[in-house]
């Protein structure tokens, strides 16, 4: 039990305040300031005074957690007091950050190289974080001590970014919570917390499978209720299912995940690819397969979108959408889940991430053209007589009814452009945009996530397949 009541002191107890520095900040309805008064009989009123105890920024990011105190400076030799800061990990828990004593200073752990104290005149105890990790997300209390006076107050360290539902290539409810947090570790992000959850509900979020949050508890937000999640007629909101056995336990993960430190995007490739190409693919390019949380981060931050369904590093097909539109999956923005389907089947490109100060020139796949993989034979050129030995499946193009170019389902799918057949497979491949502009139709996702193994991959055939009639160029 760690000491508290600055009460308990004479005239000479520390005062300490703590506050955010930034005006916009201390305008803000959750930062309405609050003062408590605590009588200490004869000696007088001890005012604590609580600003407002939030700080936001984003991974990668430096901020001052604010911390100041009072004290009188005739009475008190500032070398003898002790400043501390700790990270509240549990409700009785602490996990130290640094510590100073007179000119003594100390950083703990992950923090070590990362924080120093602001020192901005006398009383100021304020801790200045570089290099902001998804980790350092939480509260954080600041304790000022001088022989056995001492005060306290919090901050709590917010981080702008994205939570996303995740359960692994095995399927729903298969996670404990220490498998929950190693799945979202493994994937850029960390278990979410209730507040995070609670705001992404605010925001619209709606998602009728129970995950783990960071301190135990298993969440469900739903802004639409519905009898197949807990009945129609229950009210909307965060469902709680309370504190749950953290090893014999297993539900999904909500995980959350803030700024990246470099670009995710679509790799332009010649043909689709499998898995293991993909991975060479985004190799070759200087990048590697991006995560779901990098995607997540790279469609809330960066905004991207893409109608193109694309391998991620745990083996599941996804594609960002900013702005909702026909055979993209749905009205509403999100990133699209298509499962986990075999990683043998060339159905899909790639979503590649690249760390920021690493833009190594595009490399050749192979062969001496840019989008071929190491290893593989010359490609036959669009509009060239087809080599002998290789396939025709490869050239197979799709078409609708009328006429507008949709997506192949050969050994590499091709899309032409219109008239394509009729004119030999003469005119280049397009991009999923181009298709949409000349009157094709995108991806559509399936209503519900494809089972796994080899029957996720003959659903999502069936799925793009349906959409297709075919013609041999």
């Given amino acids: 039990m760690r000491p508290r009541g600055p009460w ?3 005239p000479a107890a520390l005062l300490l305040l703590t506050g955010v520095l930034a005006s916009d900040a201390l305008l803000s309805a959750r930062g309405r300031k609050k003062v408590v008064h ?8 001890v005012v604590v005074q609580t600003a407002p105890g939030k700080v936001v920024t984003h991974r990668g990011g430096t901020i001052i957690l604010p911390c100041r105190y009072h004290y009188d400076v005739s009475a008190h030799d500032p070398a003898e007091i002790r400043l501390k800061w700790t990270k509240v990990t549990e409700p009785m828990a602490f996990v130290d950050v640094f510590v100073a004593l007179g000119k003594a200073r100390r950083a703990f752990g992950s923090y070590r190289g990362r924080t120093a104290l602001q020192e901005d005149g006398f009383g100021d105890a304020s801790l200045i974080i570089r290099n902001v990790t998804l980790q350092d997300y939480g509260h954080y209390e600041c304790e ?3 022989e056995l006076e001492d005060d306290t107050g919090m901050v709590k360290l917010d981080l702008e970014g994205v939570i996303f539902p995740y359960h692994p ?16 570790l493994e994937q850029d992000g960390i278990l979410a917390s209730h507040d995070q959850l609670h705001q992404a509900w605010l925001e619209g979020m709606d998602w009728c499978n129970a995950g783990w949050l960071e301190d135990g508890s298993v969440q469900y937000p739903i802004s639409r209720p ?4 807990g009945r129609k007629d229950t009210p ?3 469902r709680n299912y309370g504190y749950r056995h953290k090893e014999s336990e297993h539900y999904d993960a909500f995980c959350f995940t803030s700024n990246l430190n470099g670009k995710v995007y679509f790799l332009k490739t010649y043909r689709k690819l499998s898995y293991a190409e993909a991975v060479q693919a985004c190799k070759n390019n200087g990048a590697a397969v991006a995560k779901v949380g990098q995607l997540y981060a790279a469609w809330k931050i960066q905004l991207l979108d893409r109608c193109e369904a694309g391998w991620l590093e745990d083996g599941s097909i996804r594609y960002p959408i900013v702005n909702p539109r026909a055979r993209c999956g749905g009205r509403e923005p999100g990133v699209r889940n298509l499962g986990f389907p075999d990683k043998k089947y060339k159905l899909f490109g790639v979503y590649c991430f690249k760390k920021a100060g690493e833009a190594a020139p595009e490399k050749a796949l192979g062969g ?3 989008n071929r993989l190491a290893g593989e034979p010359p490609r036959h050129v669009l509009g060239s007589p087809r080599p002998a030995g290789v396939a025709a499946s490869w050239a197979v193009a799709a078409w609708g009814a009328a006429g507008s170019p949709r997506v192949g389902l050969g050994e590499g799918p ?3 452009r219109r008239g394509c057949c009729t004119a030999g497979c003469g005119q280049s491949p397009v991009t999923l945009g181009e298709t949409e502009a000349a009157g094709g139709e995108g991806l559509q996702e399936p209503s519900q996530e494809p089972a796994l193994g080899s029957r996720a991959g003959s659903q999502l055939t069936a799925v793009l397949a349906s959409q297709s009639a075919y013609c041999m160029c």
Avoid: I, K
């Fill in 144 to 146: 000022v001590t001088n």
């Fill in 368 to 370: 001496g053209h840019p």
């Fill in 414 to 416: 091709v899309r032409c």
């Fill in 38 to 45: 605590v009588m200490e009989g004869d000696s007088g009123a």
């Fill in 226 to 229: 519905r009898e197949e999640c």
């Fill in 169 to 184: 290539r095995l399927g729903r409810y298969t996670l404990n919570f220490h498998e929950a947090q190693q799945a979202c």
């Fill in 236 to 238: 909307v909101g965060v």
């Fill in 8 to 10: 308990a002191a004479g």
